[in-house]
């Protein structure tokens, strides 16, 4: 008897050391390390390191195809930083999201990371993960309007905004040239093209509807046409004054399904590397997409020149919208107990230096004032921005919700174009789900 | 045996007291052998559940554990849009799944089984050839299927357009008609042989001299498979049955290879791993809710221990009918 209880007495000491050991799990409170903690502990997966060895940050990232750029720009920064090793780990973009939210409920893992855009910062922010960054050397230099893509709900900054992108209508030039054809400005000349195109057995748009996502940016590009570019109908849906049943909200969705018929056959079942391959082999004239795109199709040495048309005017005459958005910042964890090192860094990624090779490197459009990207096309987007560029806004407002609104506005797409939803319901669908958390700012 | 081995030991070498003692401390120290599994099944098996249960009970604001607030999240995941919508839509496809797989995946394994027990030449080379598929990875197997299966250069439609019956080609996993099924075959592609040997090993251990009485007594065929062999093998019938049960309702990595995290094409192949998934760790753009994930978890998980003892009990009957 005595000893059956001393079992099970060591069984429960044990259960209990390994429940102690596995707890705080996912209700962890972020630590409240401070900037100046210099006492060795563990960061970034391994012990800080004693006086005199570099300390190493580890920085995660959503883009596994920029590892090669990153590694001359870490390599500069850790020239002038002798003290500080950085280790660039970067995650499938799909999978970031799981693999940081497990980083920062552990506290462990990481140092300085990669932010996903306006409500994803945010999140990360009220949730107390992030340091605030507002006092960091060389942030004066971005505009204000970029850093709210990484603000917490308290107006302080989270994260150095580090690219803009673009979202536009690529073109083959050689297929448009051989064939006559001109580059549309409005949404009916678009619609001409792709008849001409479509007549002369050539897809016209590379599309691909199986990452539900893709087919919102298409709509960040078309939709405008619709509703307007500029910020006055976003204004609108934020005051109240209207919402995603309005009829120019329901008319660009309807000219969405009419771009079915310009898509390859089976776009729903077929991936963005598919839709590349269409467009690389010249059997599809356009493709839509971010400028990030821009390194794709250098990295694949694409055969003809590639143009872009920013968006489609309203009116002919009128300057055509380009749809703009901070796609990404870099904070730093409050769990990293090198917060002077991560600091450093961060202060290095906003910088000028940093600004001109990260765009030179990686073919980005940089936020800091005074870095002009390389890039020819670059500075025709970043030139058209500058005229009259128009917010993605799906993705810079209603990021929020479950699911949020933009993944049920882009899921409803899907659902369309599979003859499950109207374009009336698409619109009823997404503005459901915005009824559930968005408050118009009367 | 081991402790039997302890007290020969014991017996043999050291005098009687304290070889009594020895042989009792031995006998108890067996135990402790079994203490880094049962240390690893409450880290990971024991430990989550009780998690889970746990963030299910709580509101959450993103990662952020709030107040206390019993079984809301519960009542939110059966009552509130889109939440009951996309419940009742996954866990129909679950059902399909597994009524899919019974029908594609055990019923051809059994049939092969049968084949394989019967006397035919190169058995082994059968066997070996069938179990290939479940050597590997759920992910490969998923990435070579959405090659094979792809509607543009997919090698099945490349296949029926080369022997004149391009008007069967479709666009496989893009279609919501035939999504689903497309990839319970798969499924049932890459878990046949392991079922098919269960079944073969259930069917080995029922004697020959049964099948000879029966025979003596006029029985042949299909008689002697409904009458002797499957009740004989209900043991193995039962295992591969709840196993493809909870493989089923657990379900998760092959489609989320195959189809993205929306169970793509809207929702079409959708199941409640992908929900879970989605619900506590969100999209590209975000929305977790890990509350009412967990809550899910927790339904799934009290839903597949139910109907694993409920078949449990129905196919136990069976056993003792016959």
């Known amino acids: 008897m005595k000893r059956s209880k001393w079992y099970i007495g060591s069984l429960m000491l044990l259960l209990s050391s390994i429940v102690t050991a596995c707890g705080g799990g996912s209700a962890a409170k972020p630590a409240d390390a401070k900037p100046s903690d210099a006492k060795p502990a563990a960061s970034g997966g391994e012990a800080a390191k004693p006086k005199g060895d570099p300390v190493k940050l580890v920085m995660y990232s959503w883009r596994p195809e920029d590892k090669d750029g990153y590694a001359k720009i870490v390599a500069e920064f850790e020239k002038d930083n002798p003290d500080i090793k950085v280790e660039f780990k970067p995650f499938k973009s799909t999978e970031y999201n799981t693999i940081l939210t497990n980083a920062l409920q552990s506290g462990t893992g990481v140092d300085v990371l990669q932010l996903r855009p306006y409500d994803g910062a945010k999140a990360l922010a009220d949730a107390g993960y992030l340091t605030p960054v507002d006092k960091v050397k060389g942030i004066e230099n971005i505009p204000d309007s970029y850093l709210d893509a990484a603000r917490g709900s308290d107006k302080k900054v989270y994260g150095i905004p580090i690219m803009l992108n673009n979202a536009v209508i690529f073109y083959n030039k050689k297929l448009f040239d051989d064939n006559g054809l001109q580059v549309p400005q409005t949404w009916d000349e678009f619609v001409k093209t792709c008849d001409a195109l479509k007549a002369k057995n050539i897809i016209p748009i590379a599309q691909s509807g199986k990452a539900a996502y893709l087919l919102s940016t298409t709509h960040a590009v078309i939709g405008p046409s619709a509703y307007g570019g500029g910020t006055d109908f976003m204004n609108a849906v934020l005051s109240g004054a209207t919402n995603f049943k309005d009829a120019k909200f329901v008319e660009s969705i309807k000219r969405m399904k009419q771009l079915e018929a310009y898509f390859p056959k089976d776009f729903v079942a077929i991936e963005d590397k598919d839709a590349q391959a269409l467009f690389y082999t010249s059997k599809a004239a356009m493709y839509i997409n971010g400028s990030q795109r821009l390194e794709t199709f250098e990295t694949n040495k694409v055969a003809f020149p590639v143009e872009f048309m920013p968006g489609l005017s309203g009116k002919k005459g009128d300057p055509a919208p380009i749809a703009t958005w901070v796609d990404g910042s870099y904070g730093i964890a409050k769990s990293s107990k090198h917060q002077e090192q991560a600091l450093k860094l961060i202060e290095f990624i906003a910088s000028k230096k940093f600004g001109q090779m990260y765009s030179d490197e990686l073919t980005r459009v940089s936020p800091i004032n005074g870095v002009a990207p390389k890039h020819p096309q670059l500075q025709k987007m970043a030139a058209y921005a500058e005229k009259n560029s128009t917010p993605y806004l799906l993705l810079t407002k209603f990021s929020q919700g479950t699911p949020t609104t933009k993944t049920t506005f882009e899921d409803s797409l899907q659902g369309m174009y599979i003859g499950k939803l109207t374009p009336e319901k698409v619109a009823e669908d997404t503005q459901a789900s915005a009824d559930k958390w968005f408050k118009p700012q009367k | 045996m081991t402790s039997t081995t302890f007290d020969r030991k014991a017996e043999m070498n050291l005098p009687k007291p304290p070889a009594r003692r020895k042989r009792r ?39 952020t554990r709030g107040p206390f607030i019993g079984l809301q999240n519960f009542v939110r995941l059966f009552t509130e849009t889109p939440f009951k919508e996309t419940f009742v839509r996954a866990l129909g496809h679950n059902v399909t799944f597994f009524i899919g797989l019974v029908l594609t995946k055990l019923v051809v394994a059994f049939i092969l089984a049968l084949l394989i027990n019967s006397k035919i030449r190169g058995k082994e080379l059968f066997k070996t050839l069938y179990f290939v598929p479940k050597l590997l990875s759920v992910i490969v197997v998923g990435f070579l299927f959405s090659l094979i299966l792809n509607p543009t250069y997919g090698a099945l439609n490349t296949l029926l357009a080369a022997i004149g019956l391009e008007g069967l080609a479709r666009p496989w996993l893009g279609d919501p008609h035939t999504a689903l099924y497309a990839i319970i075959i798969v499924n049932s592609w890459y878990g046949f042989g392991f079922a098919m040997l269960i079944f073969l090993v259930g069917l080995q251990a029922i004697s020959q001299e049964v099948y000879e009485a029966a025979r003596i007594d006029g029985a ?51 199941v409640l791993g992908l929900y879970f998934y989605r619900l506590t760790f969100g999209s590209v753009s975000g929305g977790e809710s890990i509350g009412i994930g967990s809550a899910l978890a927790v339904v799934l998980l009290v839903l597949i221990s139910c109907a694993t003892a409920v078949s449990m009990f129905f196919f136990k009957r069976r056993e003792v009918e016959h």
Do not use: C, R
């Open chain 2, 220 to 270: 042949s065929g299909l008689k002697m498979i409904f009458t002797i062999t499957l009740p004989l093998a209900m043991p193995s019938i039962m295992i591969m049955t709840i196993l493809t049960f909870i493989g089923a309702f657990e379900t998760f990595e092959l489609i989320y290879a195959m189809q993205g995290n929306n169970g793509a094409p809207y929702f079409s192949t959708d």
């Open chain 2, 25 to 63: 401390i031995a006998k108890h120290l067996v135990h402790l052998f079994l203490l880094p599994a049962l240390v690893f099944y409450v880290g990971f098996m024991i430990y989550p559940i009780f998690q889970a249960l746990l963030n299910s009970l709580f509101a959450w604001k993103g990662l």
